[in-house]
T-cell receptor, first 112, second 111 residues
Framework: DGGITQSPKYLFRKEGQNVTLSCEQN?????MYWYRQDPGQGLRLIYY???????QKGDIAEGYSVSREKKESFPLTVTSAQKNPTAFYLC???????????FGSGTQLSVL | GQQLNQSPQSMFIQEGEDVSMNCTSS?????WLWYKQDPGEGPVLLIA?????ELTSNGRLTAQFGITRKDSFLNISASIPSDVGIYFC???????????FGTGTRLKVLA
């Protein structure tokens, strides 16, 4: 089945630690995105990538980093500089032109 | 960041009832998307709309692209308990990679 796979489902971060969230898609989409979702709030864009080896900051990129070495993969690193990382993280990809946006099942990140 | 105004914010309905919700924007979009999200899960795309006035169905769900291109509507007919969840809209402008999301409608169905 085609889709977007995020792992792990749950992740815990210790103080001062960097953690990486995985996102893999087999939809052959060029564009991929990372969103953050906080309880009772809408989706906020962290980073997006339109093509391999290229990515742009979204609205809340501080404390996060990404890479796009392969079309299928767009991992997100939550660095120790992100002081409030507890949230639900969603990876997404879109069709050419952006007419449809599909999401993965999400990763819940919590701080120990 | 910008969010689309979605109403109602939440609603309780009886099983078998029809449900309507809408999404409004101060600016126009080329695409409207509707999603359902269950707790702890990612949003699932329900319906995509591409043309002003377009009416599209997916089973018991029907969505419309407003003629002003600034709003969209979602109807659920004959609701069932598994319709419980959060529904939200998203607007997209051609040539951009930015999606603007609605504030969400929390639906609760009473059996």
């Amino acid at each position: 089945d085609g889709g977007i796979t995020q792992s792990p489902k749950y992740l815990f971060r210790k103080e001062g630690q960097n953690v990486t969230l995985s996102c893999e898609q087999n939809l052959n989409h060029d564009a991929m995105y990372w969103y953050r979702q906080d309880p009772g709030q809408g989706l906020r864009l962290i980073y997006y990538s339109q093509i391999v080896n290229d990515f742009q900051k979204g609205d809340i990129a501080e404390g996060y980093s990404v890479s796009r070495e392969k079309k299928e993969s767009f991992p997100l690193t939550v660095t120790s500089a992100q002081k409030n990382p507890t949230a639900f993280y969603l990876c997404a990809s879109s069709t050419a032109g952006g007419e449809k946006l599909f999401f993965g099942s999400g990763t819940q990140l919590s701080v120990l | 960041g910008q969010q689309l105004n979605q109403s109602p914010q939440s609603m309780f309905i009886q099983e078998g009832e029809d449900v309507s919700m809408n999404c409004t924007s101060s600016s126009i979009f080329n695409t409207w998307l509707w999603y359902k999200q269950d707790p702890g899960e990612g949003p699932v795309l329900l319906i995509a709309l591409y043309k002003a006035g377009e009416l599209t169905s997916n089973g018991r769900l029907t969505a419309q692209f407003g003629i002003t291109r600034k709003d969209s509507f979602l109807n659920i007919s004959a609701s069932i308990p598994s319709d419980v969840g959060i529904y939200f809209c998203a607007g997209h402008r051609s040539g951009t990679y930015k999606y603007i999301f609605g504030t969400g409608t929390r639906l609760k169905v009473l059996a």
